[in-house]
């Protein structure tokens, strides 16, 4: 069965230093997510590709966060520096995209624990 | 974004009982999902539901687009049945906006 894949699982980290995460889609998915989600809250959208192009990043962070899918497949998520704040789960998704196919499907998440 | 609200916050349940968690949004949608979020973290798709009633197995939703809410009936509960349910509707941008969850403990 197709999955979302993620990595790495779990990160530690001391706050100033950079972290990357990286996820693949589901194959043939084109739209792909990355979400923060902080304990005890329903996950919120950061950023949102449609193959290789941003659609949405108004709630990314800019001065630290970046994201890229240089291909339209695979993406990654960078911090820098991290931020005690930073700690969360970061869930990626994918979706065909389009009206009638945008149903989203997880990855396991990357566990950041920023000290 | 829309506006969801997910009750009861917090459900306990005795292993077969029944329940009903219920999630009333803000606004119209394209369509609505439900997940279980399982104790790793990871969320399961359970629902893809836009609108009416869909089954699978233990788990049946109904979505009510018109009225703004959907439901989701968890019957014979058992302990695999724990964790944390969402609700995520979306419209026409195709972002989920997710309320703050059910957290649903279920005894032996």
């Known amino acids: 069965e197709a999955e979302v894949a993620q990595s790495p699982r779990y990160k530690i980290t001391e706050k100033s230093q950079a972290v990357a995460f990286w996820c693949d889609p589901i194959s043939g998915h084109a739209t792909l997510y990355w979400y923060r989600q902080i304990l005890g809250q329903g996950p919120e959208l950061l950023v949102q590709f449609q193959d290789e192009s941003v659609v949405d990043d108004s709630q990314l962070p800019k001065d630290r966060f970046s994201a890229e899918r240089l291909k339209g497949v695979d993406s990654t998520l960078k911090i820098q520096p991290a931020e005690l704040g930073d700690s969360a789960m970061y869930l990626c998704?994918?979706?065909?995209?389009?009206?009638?196919?945008?149903?989203?499907?997880f990855g396991p998440g990357t566990r950041l624990t920023v000290l | 974004g829309i506006q969801v609200e997910q009750s009861p916050p917090d459900l306990i349940l005795q292993e077969g009982a029944n329940s009903t968690l219920r999630c009333n949004f803000s606004?119209?949608?394209?369509?609505l999902q439900w997940f279980h979020q399982n104790p790793w973290g990871q969320l399961i798709n359970l629902f893809y539901i836009p609108s009416g009633t869909k089954q699978n197995g233990r788990l049946s939703a109904t979505t009510v687009a018109t009225e703004r809410y959907s439901l989701l009936y968890i019957s014979s509960s058992q302990t695999t049945d724990s964790g944390v349910y969402f609700c995520a509707p979306c419209r026409n941008d195709y972002k989920l906006s997710f309320g703050a969850g059910t957290t649903v403990t279920v005894r032996a």
């Open positions: 606004d119209s949608v394209n369509n």
């Open positions: 998704a994918s979706s065909f995209g389009g009206a009638s196919r945008n149903e989203q499907f």
